[in-house]
């Protein structure tokens, strides 16, 4: 019998991007694994030594579809602390119980394509950025997302 490889654990340090038009018109996603769960793009590093504008550039592609280079990627030089939820600490090694969130944002020509891997995410929206806050989960998402005309490109 070949023993069963187990997958790594997720490394605690993560991007959030606000993936947004010139008009302040955000994309958020919603989670396969929490129906009416809204939220911008986010992902853990895949390596350590990944740096964080790499890590947001893969993200959005494997959750969106959408090339960074179709846009103008963002700094924005923010970073959120986090608890992890309770329902996603066996994802990490044990003891860790915060992450690491660094913020990104991108702009993308209105009418952008999505297409979303269905493994993560079961729907897409654009919304106005003020609506687009009141609907995510996430508190710290939904902060980065009324900050979003400070840092317009």
């Given at each position: 019998m070949i023993p069963r490889m187990s997958k790594p654990f997720k490394i605690p340090l993560s991007v959030l991007v606000v993936i947004h038009t010139p008009a302040l018109e955000v994309l958020l996603i919603n989670r396969t694994d929490s129906p009416g769960f809204w939220q911008s793009v986010t992902g853990s590093k895949d390596q350590e030594d990944e740096p964080f504008e790499q890590a947001a550039i893969r993200e959005v592609r494997e959750e969106t579809g959408i090339?960074?280079?179709?846009?103008?990627?963002?700094?924005?030089?923010?970073?959120?602390?986090?608890?992890?939820?309770?329902?996603?600490?066996?994802?990490?090694?044990?003891?860790?119980?915060?992450?690491?969130?660094?913020?990104?944002?991108?702009?993308?020509?209105?009418?952008?394509?999505?297409?979303?891997?269905?493994?993560?995410?079961?729907?897409?929206q654009w919304l106005p950025y003020r609506h687009a806050a009141d609907a995510c989960f996430s508190p710290s998402n939904a902060e980065a997302i009324l900050m979003l005309p400070e840092f317009m490109p």
């Open positions: 090339d960074a280079a179709t846009g103008t990627l963002t700094d924005w030089g923010l970073e959120n602390v986090y608890d992890i939820y309770p329902r996603y600490l066996h994802r990490y090694a044990p003891g860790v119980t915060r992450n690491r969130e660094h913020v990104f944002g991108l702009c993308v020509p209105a009418g952008t394509p999505v297409t979303l891997n269905p493994r993560e995410h079961t729907a897409w």
